[in-house]
Nanobody, 121 residues
Framework: VQLQASGGGLVQAGGSLRLSCAAS????????MGWYRQAPGKQRELVAA???????NYADSVKGRFTISRDNAKNTVYLQMDSLKPEDTAVYYC????????????????WGQGTQVTVSS
């Protein structure tokens, strides 16, 4: 399974960006998909996640500003980021939990290559 992220860039504070991440390859069944970010000198942190059924989870710092969604038919997850702040500046990584086979017992983690989001003040 490969994950290809896109949509990062430079934006002024208060602006918006939309990230996309498409999964491809030998896909059996994807469980949760999510977005993480890592700022310089900091640990990678969860931004938002969404299950195959549509349940969502957000970091407190982005609640009300970011919206995660997914298109199961396209194996794609999106992150709409509004009201961006300079502290949102980071490399954003998409993540997918993939069931290895029809036993639905083993989940493998896959990561995209990361896309830079820079918010200027």
């Amino acid at each position: 399974v490969q994950l290809q992220a896109s949509g990062g860039g430079l934006v002024q504070a208060g602006g918006s960006l939309r990230l996309s991440c498409a999964a491809s390859g030998s896909i059996f069944s994807i469980n949760a998909m999510g977005w993480y970010r890592q700022a310089p000198g900091k640990q990678r942190e969860l931004v938002a996640a969404i299950t195959s059924g549509g349940s969502t989870n957000y970091a407190d710092s982005v609640k009300g500003r970011f919206t995660i969604s997914r298109d199961n038919a396209k194996n794609t997850v999106y992150l709409q980021m509004d009201s961006l702040k300079p502290e949102d500046t980071a490399v954003y990584y998409c993540n997918a939990e993939h069931y290895r086979d029809s036993d639905y017992e083993v989940l493998d983690d896959y990561w995209g290559q990361g896309t830079q989001v820079t918010v200027s003040s």
